[in-house]
């Protein structure tokens, strides 16, 4: 019996599929569910998400939110998603893959300035670019 698979975020339902698996980036570590797992509730931090489907595993990037799960359906909520499988051109790819290029060089060249005490809001806001651009990548294949 497969899983019931559903992402979404404030604006809209971005994915409804019947799936045999699904890994994603909890903020304790990578977590995984196959069908008849126990309920769960899980927060995440951005990441890349994995999911199979008919033997095909699909990739795409989450940012922070939640997981919850029981009898068999998960249900992800999350603020932004990436899904690569959507770009159409490889231009569009390789447009997607600089962009998160640059967006991590961007996040880690500013951690790595800091010299002095920094605010928990500074380190947070900085932390979670950089996961997020990584994600990206990583969904990209990088």
Do not use: C
């Not at 992800?76 to 569009?92: A, G, H, K, Y």
Request: no cysteine.
């Amino acid at each position: 019996m497969p899983l019931t698979l559903e992402i979404v975020t404030p604006t809209r339902l971005v994915l409804r599929k019947q799936v045999d698996s699904f890994t994603g980036p909890g903020k304790l570590g990578e977590f995984g569910i196959l069908p008849a797992h126990r309920p769960l509730l899980a927060a995440l931090r951005a990441g890349l998400a994995r999911y199979s489907e008919d033997g095909k595993e699909h990739r795409l990037a989450i940012g922070p939110g939640f997981a919850e799960l029981d009898n068999d359906r998960i249900i992800v909520l999350t603020d932004e998603v990436f899904e690569p499988e959507r770009l159409e051109s490889p231009e569009e790819r390789d447009e997607a893959r600089r962009n998160a290029a640059d967006d991590r060089d961007k996040a880690d060249a500013a951690v790595r300035s800091w010299t002095g005490p920094v605010t928990a809001d500074e380190f947070e806001e900085n932390v979670l670019a950089l996961e997020w651009a990584r994600a990206r990548l990583a969904a990209l294949g990088e």
